[in-house]
């Protein structure tokens, strides 16, 4: 009797521990903070408490080495106790793919700790986190996002060695900090022959000439020097490639599109990425994160690639018009028409190659978004050339404005004489580098938040596969008809139309399973009442769903069924999740 007690009481910690503990162990919280840029080795520790708080739901694998050896973190959420990860919708999120566009990752941060923060304390998260799986690279590009937060340099690009001159070296010849106040700014010469004039109202700012007015400046570009004596000032800078015109879909070559690469994915941190979308062919989402001015973008990227089918517009347009009330300001917009054409782009490569709809959104830096101008105009609005000029002179009074009044005067650097070695007498200063590409730190919480929101509601907007009823007849003494029918809650289709009609992957799948049981014939039922079908073709007990299951839509299948007992109906779906369910034939 004492045995069974041990027994008993073991069974129950055993119980405790594989299914209680992974309830109770989220309550683990991590505390991060989201007023200011975390570095890689902060992303990196506050990625592995993350995990360490929540093993239960988050994986954190090391997707290979940037070009300097950092690790490209991947980051995979999902609750194992709701099923495995292949048989749910997965949504894909990524940062920082260029080095001065670096809060996308305190965005993608921010929606991994949201989601593990809040399981079991909001409704969304739960269910979120229960319903879906996640794939998150918080930055693509470690080292140059370290150069801007560490050394307060700006790069676009990777830190791959490129000859930007062809002059047989890489990399000789880029900015530096001449001043040594800390910041690289800009230069400026006093010039009667400028294209620039001091603002009336304030001679820090320069605005354009008018024609035939005489100029008092010309601008020089970023502080430095010429390093390899060509005449030329940072011509050849660290790196010199883009990671966005290297994916594998309407790839064009550098002399078509500057930063291609050589090829497709040659870069480490472009083939690391690649490598982890194509590991999960179950990502139907996707969203990467750029700056600046605003913006909820989708595809195309080229003019070259057509118009969207009109079905996937609809997807995109449900999300992208919730977009724009979800972060106040942003434009929902097409990459290739509103804002310019990108080869070789992300966003083109999820949607035409995975199937997955995809925005970029252009996290918006502008100081002119947190203090208006009077008298903005309308979006539909023309202004003859000269009106143009006095609103640019407005913006840039308003930008200084905000700078003195907002952000106290911390990230704008007056201007200094400065005796350059080839310029001679010139004047150093401007906005330094937090002054712009990023919000002010006040201001980053929220950009994180909103932002992630927004790709919570896409996520949401994943679909959803249910069961909706199961009509069995007996016709005969073995053979019975069924009547299947699978409702999608969501906007978006287990398949996009793209995908449906290029053949992207496999299509969905219905089947059914039983002993003695076979499947006779099968149709798609068009019209319940008046039992008109279209004929599918049978194989192996199932039948291929060509085209899913639409957004907000039923869809119903006849099968005709020799056996009897029990039989298990099984859909899966790649992107749109696998279920089943049991009737009886009787």
Excluded at 78 to 95: A, L, V
Excluded at 206 to 232: A, C, F, H, M, S
Excluded at 483 to 508: C, E, F, G, W, Y
Aim: hydrophobic share 35%; aromatic share 12%.
């Amino acid at each position: 009797m004492k045995k069974n007690k041990i027994f008993f009481a073991f069974l129950v910690i055993a119980f405790c521990l594989v299914f209680l503990l992974p309830k109770i162990s989220h309550a683990a919280e991590v505390k991060l903070s989201f007023d200011h840029f975390y570095d890689h080795a902060e992303l990196t520790a506050a990625l592995k408490a993350l995990q360490k708080a929540n093993p239960q739901f988050m994986k954190l694998i090391s997707l290979g080495k940037s070009y300097e050896g950092r690790d490209i973190w991947g980051v995979i959420l999902n609750n194992p106790q709701t099923g495995p990860e292949e048989h749910k919708s997965g949504f894909y999120i990524d940062g920082n793919i260029h080095g001065n566009e670096i809060q996308g990752t305190e965005v993608a941060l921010y929606a991994i700790w949201y989601l593990l923060e809040n399981y079991g304390k909001t409704e969304l998260a739960t269910r979120l986190l229960d319903e879906r799986v996640f794939y998150i690279i918080p930055t693509m590009n470690p080292d140059s996002r370290d150069y801007f937060v560490n050394k307060k340099e700006i790069y676009r690009s990777g830190v791959i060695p490129v000859d930007e001159d062809q002059d047989g070296v890489a990399d000789e010849d880029g900015p530096e900090d001449l001043d040594g106040d800390g910041f690289i700014t800009t230069m400026r010469k006093k010039d009667p022959n400028g294209r620039f004039r001091a603002h009336p109202d304030d001679p820090r700012v320069l605005i354009p000439v008018r024609p035939g007015q005489k100029g008092e400046y010309t601008l020089l570009g970023t502080e430095g020097i010429d390093n390899d004596g060509d005449g030329q000032i940072n011509e050849d800078r660290l790196g010199g490639y883009d990671m966005n015109r290297n994916y594998g879909f309407n790839w064009q070559p550098n002399y078509v599109q500057y930063g291609a690469g050589e090829y497709p994915f040659c870069f480490p941190e472009t083939k690391a990425t690649r490598d982890f979308l194509l590991a999960h062919p179950n990502i139907m989402g996707g969203q990467n994160f750029h700056n600046a001015g605003g913006m909820i973008l989708r595809g195309p990227g080229a003019k070259n690639l057509g118009e969207y089918p009109m079905g996937d517009r609809r997807v995109y347009d449900h999300i992208g018009k919730k977009g724009e009330k979800i972060i106040p300001g942003y434009r929902y917009l097409i990459v290739y028409k509103d804002l310019y054409t990108v080869f070789g782009g992300s966003i083109d490569f999820l949607y035409n190659i995975l199937g997955a709809y995809t925005f970029s959104n252009e996290l918006d830096i502008s100081p002119t978004f947190s203090f208006p101008i009077e008298g903005e105009r309308g979006e539909e609005e023309e202004e003859d050339e000269e009106v143009q000029r006095l609103r640019y002179m407005a913006e840039r009074l308003a930008e200084m404005t905000y700078h003195d009044l907002v952000l106290l005067g911390e990230h704008f650097a007056d201007w200094k004489p400065y005796k350059h070695p080839l310029y001679g007498d010139i004047e150093i200063g401007g906005t330094k580098i937090y002054g712009s590409r990023v919000p002010p730190l006040f201001q980053l919480a929220d950009t994180c938040h909103r932002n992630a929101a927004f790709c919570l509601f896409h996520a949401d907007q994943l679909p959803i596969l249910e069961f909706d009823g199961v009509k069995v007849e007996k016709l005969e003494s073995d053979l019975f008809q069924l009547d299947i029918s699978v409702r999608n809650t969501r906007v978006t289709p287990s398949m996009s139309a793209l995908s449906a009609q290029r053949k992207l992957h496999r299509a969905d799948r219905l089947k059914i399973e039983g002993k003695n049981v076979k499947l006779a014939a099968a149709g798609r039922l068009f019209d319940e009442y008046r039992g008109i079908t279209g004929k599918i073709e049978t194989r192996d007990n199932s039948i291929w769903v060509e085209s899913g299951v639409p957004g907000f839509a039923r869809v119903t299948y006849r099968f005709l069924v020799r056996g009897k007992g029990s039989v298990k109906l099984i859909y899966d779906s790649l992107k749109g999740g696998y279920m089943t369910t049991t009737v009886a034939l009787k």
